[in-house]
């Protein structure tokens, strides 16, 4: 591995009213405090974003917003802007979540306009790219994340995506229990790692931070770490109690 400090990033969802975040957070910077190893996110709701900044304000625990809009402001009600959410104090935001896709009709293209906009603004995306259980069947896991990637980053120049940060969550190991094996997230990884050594620079592959996501549990995560292209995790339901989510930050 390069000189890439891991990001252990916490998905929050939708999940904690304010003052439980408040608590998870304030609990989760007394655990993590001395930890220098890896670098620590967690992305709450938005109605959480202000009161958990107030409390990892100053800490190695930094602030990530879980969605945006690419319009910098505007009659469009129900969404939140870079602007907004730099305001609350974050300085990472999630893009392109397989629920978004899933859900809510996210496409590679809102993702690529996603990414932009927070590039603009000087927040660092973590984009999120995966396959089906159905798609892996079929072989096309590559397939599918080379699209997912090509059309995610079109436009990005090679300074824009510099801060970039790519999460490969196999849809099929989202809140399902179940895992990518080592080799399986270390393949994806290496391909991605490649990809953009092939389009962009081999010096941005080197420094090209890429998580794993899916099922991330304090038993599985040193496994995943050890793979030379696996360089942080995006953690969903174990981030959500401080104490199993700290024991991962000290994989």
């Known amino acids: 591995m390069a000189d890439r400090k891991p ?55 930094t602030l990530g917003a879980q969605n945006l809009y690419w319009e910098a402001e505007g009659a469009y009600t129900g969404e939140i802007s870079t602007s907004m959410l730099r305001s609350a104090g974050c300085t990472h935001v999630i893009i392109g979540h397989s629920e978004r896709r899933q859900y809510f009709g996210e496409t590679d293209e809102s993702v690529n306009k996603k990414v932009k906009a927070a590039v603009t603004a000087g927040l660092i995306p973590v984009m999120c790219v995966g396959e089906s259980e159905q798609e892996r069947d079929d072989n096309k896991t590559f397939s599918v994340l080379d699209k997912q990637v090509k059309i995610g980053l079109e436009g990005l120049s090679l300074e824009d995506a510099a801060t970039l940060v790519i999460a490969y969550e196999p849809i099929w190991a989202i809140g399902t229990g179940k895992t990518a094996t080592k080799e399986q997230a270390q393949d994806v990884h290496r391909y991605l790692r490649e990809w953009i050594g092939n389009n962009y620079s081999a010096a941005l592959a080197d420094s090209l931070r890429i998580l794993y996501g899916g099922s991330v549990k304090p038993d599985n995560v040193s496994a995943l770490m050890a793979q030379p292209d696996v360089d942080g995790a995006l953690v969903g339901g174990a981030s959500l109690d401080a104490d199993t989510f700290s024991q991962i930050v000290k994989f």
């Open 7 to 61: 990001l252990i990033a916490g998905n929050w969802k939708m999940y904690k009213t304010v003052s439980e975040a408040f608590e998870t957070a304030e609990k989760l910077v007394g655990l993590v405090k001395d930890v220098d190893q890896a670098e620590v996110m967690i992305a709450p709701p938005f109605t959480a974003l202000a009161p958990v900044f107030a409390a990892v304000q100053g800490t190695n625990v």
